[in-house]
Antibody, heavy 122, light 108 residues
Framework: QVQLVESGGGVVQPGGSLRLSCAAS????????MHWVRQAPGKGLEWVGF????????YYGDSVKGRITISRDNSKNTMSLQINSLRAEDTAVYYC???????????????WGQGTLVTVSA | EIVLTQSPGTLSLSPGERATFSCRAS???????LAWYQQKPGQAPRLLIY???NRATDVPDRFSGSGSGTDFSLTITGLGPEDFAVYFC?????????FGQGTRVEIK
């Protein structure tokens, strides 16, 4: 079955950087675009970004555009999210999510990881 | 960006009761591109419904979705103890994907 495992969260000072990872298994990772979605404590869900299966296209949410980079390594079935210039409002649980379709940009999220918490605090 | 407004914010019901809550889009959604998720404390969201009314794998048939255009709803007929949770709608007609703010179903 599909398994997504995020890692890399932690406490970071404002202005700092962090790199999150998502390890995927149970499906042909190299055939699927993948998403990051985040959730601030006690709040709703916010789409963060998407990377196409072959990394040829990446799309980012307005609130993080210019500060994040999504990448993937299909040989290792992993996806990464690099966040720079972290702000207090970036404090959230970050989930990687698999869409239902292989292209999967405008799509619903069929599978989710358990999430990794990023806390931005001095 | 499409704004999804869910109502009510909180629903207080007893086990066995019927729960119905809504999700209104700021613009007409095309292609039945609306999904519902359930989230319990400390857990990731779980897909319940996609394409407005299609149940995801292993979702009990007491969950049903309906609607079109800008107005959508999720109904749970006969609340089980495991159904007390937060429910989010999500549209994927337009980019970026957006979510409603959630409806909390709590035990009365």
């Amino acid at each position: 079955q599909v398994q997504l495992v995020e890692s890399g969260g932690g406490v970071v000072q404002p202005g700092g950087s962090l790199r999150l990872s998502c390890a995927a298994s149970g499906f042909t990772f190299s055939s699927y675009g993948m998403h990051w979605v985040r959730q601030a404590p006690g709040k709703g869900l916010e789409w963060v970004g998407f990377i196409r299966f072959d990394s040829s296209n990446k799309y980012y949410g307005d609130s993080v555009k210019g500060r994040i980079t999504i990448s993937r390594d299909n040989s290792k079935n992993t996806m990464s999210l690099q966040i720079n210039s972290l702000r207090a409002e970036d404090t959230a649980v970050y989930y990687c999510a698999k869409p239902s379709q292989k292209y999967g940009y405008r799509d619903y999220f069929e599978s989710w990881g358990q999430g990794t918490l990023v806390t931005v605090s001095a | 960006e499409i704004v999804l407004t869910q109502s009510p914010g909180t629903l207080s019901l007893s086990p066995g009761e019927r729960a119905t809550f809504s999700c209104r889009a700021s613009q007409r959604l095309t292609g039945n591109s609306l999904a519902w998720y359930q989230q319990k404390p400390g857990q990731a969201p779980r897909l319940l419904i996609y394409g407005v009314s299609n149940r995801a794998t292993d979702v009990p048939d007491r969950f049903s979705g309906s609607g079109s255009g800008t107005d959508f709803s999720l109904t749970i007929t006969g609340l089980g103890p495991e159904d007390f949770a937060v429910y989010f709608c999500q549209q994927y007609s337009y980019s970026p994907a957006t979510f409603g703010q959630g409806t909390r179903v709590e035990i009365k």
